[in-house]
């Protein structure tokens, strides 16, 4: 933001520069000091300074003045800078006139001629008025801004994302903010497409994708090699482990994630058994760490998709959704897996629109004083219903199982049933979603039978499903798409499996690609489980490579 402005006024042309030099030597590092020679010329001046959003905190302006005295300039100033402090310099014989427009002007405060010393009859006096002007100071915001509303296509995704990679924002809803509307025609944009970023450089994004937003933002969307030890796919807990312990014992390691650093873990709200943390931590925040550790051991990190993985003459391929190509000698899967689809009525359209797939902590303050639905009875859902129980006015934890207690850690459950607003009903489904614009009623499938309720947001944590299908067909896979490492190769009929040395425990039907993490066959579902999957990829990365030499 912009230095705040100090006005000063006063047709004696000695008089005022004395004033601003006053004024800049005590506030100028702070300040803006700028000055007018006349009343109407201020008022001029005000005006442009009001087009131009600029704010002016103090205004010093002197009586005689021909033309426009400083009362009546100071009174047509205040619709202009109503929140400014208003000071009136007299002569000894304007003092009458300067205590009636104590009332007409609304001036804050009178100083006679001289106000020599400046540092006992001057700035005692505007060092308290500028105080209280900060404290009712709310500065203008000069960030990036968010125009989208609550309920329309891509908003969530666009917060999300921006939410996620620490990108500080401000989210301006046109259903409810009549200020969005002017911010969208002063750029002269099409109300009708949103969502838009605003960015403080006067430039703008019309509903941007994930990778548009990446590269507007700095984050890094290219590699700057074509060349790497090993290259991680995914940047949740397994793969910032593996980017970790790579890039730490010497290893050019880039780690590909086209969304943001922690996966499921990340949007997490509060992750409480995780080992060396004992009053918990976010998911967000446990990821952040992570990926400062890693950038503090050299990875790289880029913000794309890889969309195909190819091998030739003991190298692999990657190829990146913008069609750039990266080779390494070793790669690490590590893409975790998306939260299972409820297949019912309403779904795809309302989804992002009322029904969400996992936890943003985005959505919290939307939801404040309304009933929250969780669907799913594990930790991630247990976590979820925790952190809306202190937006919502209610939290409905919807369970298919008789408890929680086959599904869930106990600490969660001991502190959902010590929170009040927060209600499970077991054997309960989601059965359909109803509403117009967005997400307004669902059905549920109770042992009562079927009953509907108002709901305008549902957060889905039914288990998790790989999504493997991109991968080549040479990478073996169980029924559900997870991928077999390892001893699990054995399951498969065909033998898959070629060379005459066991293939390493994390290591996939092709030499040289490893998984770690929630898509590999067998695995734990904990984000310590994890974590510990990747680091220990990393020791059979330097034993493959070993074979190399």
Same mark, same amino acid.
């Given at each position: $933001?912009?230095?705040? /402005?100090?006005?000063?006024?006063?047709?004696?042309?000695?008089?005022?520069?004395?004033?601003?030099?006053?004024?800049?030597?005590?506030?100028?590092?702070?300040?803006?000091?700028?000055?007018?020679?006349?009343?109407?010329?201020? %008022?001029?001046?005000?005006?442009?300074?009001?087009?131009?959003?600029?704010?002016?905190?103090?205004? @010093?302006?002197?009586?005689?003045?021909?033309?426009?005295?400083?009362?009546?300039?100071?009174?047509?100033?205040?619709?202009?800078?109503?929140?400014?402090?208003?000071?009136?310099?007299?002569?000894?014989?304007?003092?009458?006139?300067?205590?009636?427009?104590?009332?007409?002007?609304?001036?804050?405060?009178?100083?006679?001629?001289?106000?020599?010393?400046?540092?006992?009859?001057?700035?005692?006096?505007?060092?308290?008025?500028?105080?209280?002007?900060?404290?009712?100071?709310?500065?203008?915001? =000069?960030?990036?801004?968010?125009?989208?509303?609550?309920?329309?296509?891509?908003?969530?995704?666009?917060?999300?994302? @921006?939410?996620?990679?620490?990108?500080?924002?401000?989210?301006? =809803?046109?259903?409810?903010?009549?200020?969005?509307?002017?911010?969208?025609?002063?750029?002269?944009?099409?109300?009708?497409? %949103?969502?838009?970023?605003?960015?403080?450089?006067?430039?703008?994004?019309?509903?941007?994708?994930?990778?548009?937003?990446?590269?507007?933002?700095?984050?890094?969307?290219?590699?700057?090699?074509?060349?790497?030890?090993?290259?991680?796919?995914?940047?949740?807990?397994?793969?910032?482990?593996?980017?970790?312990?790579?890039?730490?014992?010497?290893?050019?390691?880039?780690?590909?994630?086209?969304?943001?650093?922690?996966?499921?873990?990340?949007?997490?709200?509060?992750?409480?058994?995780? @080992?060396?943390?004992?009053?918990?931590?976010?998911?967000?925040?446990?990821?952040?760490?992570?990926?400062?550790?890693?950038?503090?051991?050299?990875?790289?990190?880029?913000?794309?998709?890889?969309?195909?993985?190819?091998?030739?003459?003991?190298?692999?391929?990657?190829? $990146?959704?913008?069609?750039?190509?990266?080779?390494?000698?070793?790669?690490?899967?590590?893409?975790?897996?998306?939260?299972?689809?409820?297949?019912?009525?309403?779904?795809?359209?309302?989804?992002?629109?009322?029904?969400?797939?996992?936890?943003?902590?985005?959505?919290?303050?939307?939801?404040?004083?309304?009933?929250?639905?969780?669907?799913?009875?594990?930790?991630?859902?247990?976590?979820?219903? $925790?952190?809306?129980?202190?937006?919502?006015?209610?939290?409905?934890?919807?369970?298919?199982?008789?408890?929680?207690?086959?599904?869930?850690?106990?600490?969660?459950?001991?502190?959902?049933?010590?929170?009040?607003?927060?209600?499970?009903?077991?054997?309960?489904?989601?059965?359909?979603?109803?509403?117009?614009?967005?997400?307004?009623?669902?059905? @549920?499938?109770?042992?009562?039978?079927?009953?509907?309720?108002?709901?305008?947001?549902?957060?889905?944590? /039914?288990?998790?499903?790989?999504?493997?299908?991109?991968?080549?067909?040479?990478?073996?896979?169980?029924?559900?798409?997870?991928?077999?490492?390892?001893?699990?190769?054995?399951?498969?009929?065909?033998?898959?499996?070629?060379?005459?040395?066991?293939?390493?425990?994390?290591?996939?039907?092709?030499?040289? /690609?490893?998984?770690?993490?929630?898509?590999?066959?067998?695995?734990?579902?904990?984000?310590?489980?994890?974590?510990?999957?990747?680091?220990?990829?990393?020791?059979?990365?330097?034993?493959?490579?070993?074979?190399?030499?």
């Amino acid at each position: $933001m912009a230095k705040p /402005i100090l006005l000063a006024v006063d047709d004696d042309i000695s008089v005022l520069e004395a004033v601003v030099q006053d004024l800049r030597r005590q506030y100028g590092e702070k300040h803006r000091v700028i000055r007018a020679a006349s009343g109407q010329a201020a %008022l001029d001046i005000c005006r442009q300074l009001k087009e131009r959003n600029d704010v002016v905190a103090l205004i @010093l302006s002197d009586q005689r003045m021909p033309g426009m005295t400083g009362v009546e300039f100071l009174e047509a100033a205040i619709p202009l800078f109503p929140e400014a402090k208003r000071v009136l310099l007299t002569a000894y014989a304007d003092t009458e006139a300067a205590i009636r427009a104590i009332n007409s002007a609304r001036i804050h405060y009178y100083l006679n001629k001289p106000w020599d010393p400046p540092e006992e009859k001057l700035y005692p006096v505007l060092d308290d008025l500028l105080q209280a002007w900060y404290l009712g100071f709310k500065p203008p915001y =000069d960030g990036i801004q968010l125009i989208s509303p609550r309920w329309g296509a891509g908003d969530h995704e666009v917060r999300n994302f @921006l939410s996620r990679n620490r990108i500080g924002f401000q989210w301006v =809803d046109p259903d409810i903010n009549p200020e969005a509307i002017p911010l969208l025609r002063q750029r002269e944009l099409d109300e009708a497409k %949103l969502p838009v970023v605003l960015f403080p450089d006067g430039t703008s994004l019309v509903q941007p994708s994930s990778t548009q937003l990446a590269e507007k933002v700095g984050l890094s969307v290219q590699a700057s090699q074509e060349y790497y030890d090993v290259v991680v796919v995914g940047a949740g807990p397994a793969g910032l482990g593996a980017g970790v312990y790579g890039a730490s014992e010497g290893l050019k390691t880039l780690v590909v994630e086209p969304f943001a650093a922690g996966g499921q873990a990340g949007s997490s709200s509060k992750i409480e058994n995780y @080992l060396g943390f004992v009053d918990g931590i976010s998911g967000e925040e446990l990821a952040q760490r992570a990926y400062l550790q890693a950038r503090r051991f050299k990875a790289e990190f880029l913000t794309q998709r890889v969309t195909q993985i190819g091998s030739e003459n003991g190298y692999h391929i990657l190829r $990146m959704s913008d069609d750039r190509e990266v080779t390494c000698r070793a790669c690490i899967l590590a893409i975790g897996v998306q939260y299972c689809r409820l297949d019912i009525p309403g779904e795809d359209r309302f989804s992002g629109a009322g029904l969400y797939y996992g936890a943003a902590t985005t959505q919290g303050d939307s939801c404040a004083d309304e009933s929250v639905y969780i669907v799913g009875g594990a930790n991630s859902a247990g976590q979820a219903a $925790m952190y809306f129980s202190r937006h919502a006015r209610e939290v409905c934890l919807l369970v298919r199982g008789k408890d929680l207690e086959r599904s869930m850690s106990k600490y969660l459950i001991e502190q959902i049933e010590a929170t009040q607003n927060i209600v499970v009903e077991t054997e309960t489904q989601l059965v359909a979603l109803d509403g117009n614009a967005h997400l307004q009623c669902i059905t @549920l499938s109770t042992p009562a039978g079927l009953v509907k309720r108002g709901a305008s947001s549902v957060f889905v944590f /039914i288990g998790a499903e790989p999504k493997t299908q991109w991968l080549p067909e040479r990478i073996a896979r169980d029924a559900k798409g997870f991928v077999l490492a390892g001893p699990d190769l054995k399951l498969q009929a065909d033998e898959t499996w070629r060379l005459g040395r066991d293939p390493y425990l994390l290591e996939t039907s092709v030499p040289g /690609i490893f998984v770690a993490g929630d898509v590999r066959h067998g695995s734990v579902k904990r984000c310590a489980s994890a974590v510990g999957e990747g680091s220990i990829a990393i020791q059979f990365v330097h034993q493959y490579l070993a074979t190399l030499n």
